[in-house]
């Protein structure tokens, strides 16, 4: 079983910043590519960011050049830092990752964490 919980989302003003979490947890053997996705109210779900295990970033058009994405392997985490927050970043944002489970190596599993608000308003 594998289990992803997100942490740090929160009110901020426009203009802030925050950083969010992701840790991953159980039987993990391998975390390839990680992400980041937030639904709106009475929107769809959309991609934010991507990290592949190696590192490599992939941003939305919307967030390039304001949210940074990295991940630490040593630790199962990912993180998430939002800088120049606007109205229109407020969302449920979540967690998304794709392991190879250690009970079964040649199997990779999609995950999903509970997702953590966040609110940028005055």
């Known amino acids: 079983q594998v289990q992803l919980v997100e942490s740090g989302g929160g009110l901020v003003q426009p203009g802030g910043s925050l950083r969010l979490s992701c840790a991953a947890s159980?039987?993990?053997?391998?975390?390839?590519?990680m992400y980041w996705y937030r639904q709106a109210p009475g929107k769809e779900r959309e991609l934010v960011a991507g990290i592949t295990s190696s590192g490599t970033p992939n941003y939305v058009d919307s967030v390039k050049g304001r949210f940074t994405i990295s991940r630490d392997n040593a630790k199962n985490t990912m993180y998430l830092q939002m800088n120049s927050l606007k109205p229109e970043d407020t969302a449920v944002y979540y967690c998304?990752?794709?392991?190879?489970?250690?009970?079964?190596?040649?199997?990779?599993?999609?995950?999903w964490g509970q997702g953590t608000l966040v609110t940028v308003s005055s």
């Open positions: 998304n990752a794709r392991v190879i489970d250690s009970s079964d190596r040649y199997l990779e599993i999609e995950h």
């Open positions: 159980g039987s993990i053997f391998r975390i390839n590519t």
